[in-house]
């Protein structure tokens, strides 16, 4: 299996060159996910309560939060940063509502969406 270097430049002007993170729905399909998103339910994302597992590329980490505006519940995928594309079962299906996904420690916000 071939990997995503963790160290290439992670972004052009000021959105990353990939997706950092997938989120995936049995029913509908994957999403990219290319920065933090404060609400998956607005016009942007249309994504809110679809999250049934998530695919992490190579030196990010998504955390995923219950309630909007990076509140409620959260959990971090993968917990330490991996050299490897990682996937993680959110255990509690259709609960995302935002997320912040940062790119070896630094958080990626972008205006309008973040």
Not at 86 to 107: A, W
């Amino acid at each position: 299996m071939s990997s995503i270097p963790k160290d290439i430049p992670f972004k052009y002007k000021d959105m990353p060159v990939y997706p950092g993170a997938y989120l995936v729905n049995a029913g509908y399909g994957s999403f990219p996910i290319l920065c933090s998103i404060a609400n998956f339910s607005n016009k942007t994302a249309g994504i809110n309560d679809l999250d049934d597992c998530y695919y992490v590329m190579p030196g990010y980490q998504l955390i995923v939060y219950q309630d909007y505006n990076y509140l409620g519940y959260s959990i971090t995928y993968p917990a330490i940063v991996s050299d490897e594309i990682t996937f993680h079962e959110t255990g509690n299906y259709n609960k995302g509502s935002s997320c912040i996904l940062r790119f070896n420690g630094v958080d990626i916000y972008v205006q309008g969406i973040s």
